[in-house]
């Protein structure tokens, strides 16, 4: 079954039960004290150490509330997941769960969702949908869907290629299960997965007509997104503006270049009327005293069509490493914001928002090149 089988199944289910349809299970009952060593109270002592401790006490606070009532209303099995040592960088390091170093990535994030949706709720404006590409394990959602007024945020999209495909019976995706999302009791601001290709042009429209064309205010996040799906992130975000879809915000953070193959391959990409290669990201001289991570954010930033727009270095647990290591880069965040404004039926109507961001380079199947239209699947990019 195609993904955009999936979209539709989805969201028909959401639309006949409302938000039960991603809290399936009532829960189980509060369990006794467990064998983790990650008790609340050592979750406690553990996120006053974090750098988003001292930027952002009160989140913290909240946060640390949060984990203990997820302490207490999941199983063992799942606290396990949430808690285990971050696989790479510092978190490792210093035997930091990974739901902590996650969060302290997530708190710039949410900081800012909560200013933003604080602000729509003041303009009197309908409850909004919340996009998360790339959205990995789910846990920017997760504290999402606690933190913030559940009046004012009706659902909470996670998308990424490796979650199951829920029209599929026994598809595991590749390989993130949703039981901590479904499973066990109901999250205040519902989350919904979807199994998303953001490559693939056809899942990608079907996420432009069947989610951000909705008459209701959207914010679109994607959080250290790899590669070219960084512009991806950018396109349907300009998309959604600039064709009357209530789009009012954008939060993204890439976290690394397109692959090698590009610059060899001589690949041009085009977003929001910027044009921009492969090759020139790794020109000295075109770009001095830059590093090619840097003249790609450079870049992503002009591809944003938004007239309100800022990039923000925030601070990372591998800051320390990143400063040894050269220039500290990987945790430049994008924010982009725009008025309310949707414009009925006539919204999205049209709009291409699969649209390849690779336009040009060596063995394309499509392009001004081969002259041959664009493909469902950008395969390259
Ligand atoms: C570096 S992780 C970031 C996860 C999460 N946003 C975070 O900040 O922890 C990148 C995520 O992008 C997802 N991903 C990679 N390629 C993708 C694609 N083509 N379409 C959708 N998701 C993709 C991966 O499955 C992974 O979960």
Known sequence: ???????????????????????????????????????????????????????????????????????????????????????????????????????????????????????????????????????????????????????????????DKAWPNRSVPGSVGDGISTSHIYEHGSWPIPLLTLQINMKNSREMRGVGHHIIRDPQPTIICGIHLCGTLSLRAIQLFNEGLLSGCGVTGFIMAPCCLPRRQHRERKFFYEVGGHRFGAEELHDKAANPGMNAFEVYQKHLMQCIQAEEKTSETMQSLDDAVHQRDGPIDKNVFFFARAPFNHIGAAAGKGIDFGKPVVVEGANLDYGPSAGLPAPTVAAAA
């Open 1 to 159: 079954m195609s993904a955009v089988d999936e979209l539709h199944t989805a969201l028909e289910r959401y639309k006949v039960s409302g938000a039960s349809a991603t809290s399936s299970a009532p829960g189980p009952p509060p369990k006794a004290p467990s064998f983790s060593r990650w008790t609340p109270s050592r979750i406690r002592e553990a996120i006053a150490t974090i750098p988003a401790a001292s930027v952002y006490p009160e989140l913290v606070a909240r946060a640390a509330d949060i984990l203990e009532g997820w302490y207490h209303r999941f199983p063992l099995t799942i606290w396990n997941r949430f808690v285990r040592f971050a696989d790479s960088g510092t978190g490792r390091r210093q035997q930091l769960p990974k739901v902590l170093k996650e969060f302290n990535e997530a708190a710039p994030v949410l900081a800012r969702l909560l200013e933003w949706v604080e602000e729509s709720r003041q303009a009197g404006q309908p409850p909004m949908a919340i996009l998360d590409l790339g959205s990995g394990f789910g846990f920017l959602a997760m504290f999402a869907s606690e933190l913030l007024p559940r009046e004012q945020v009706e659902r909470i999209y996670l998308i």
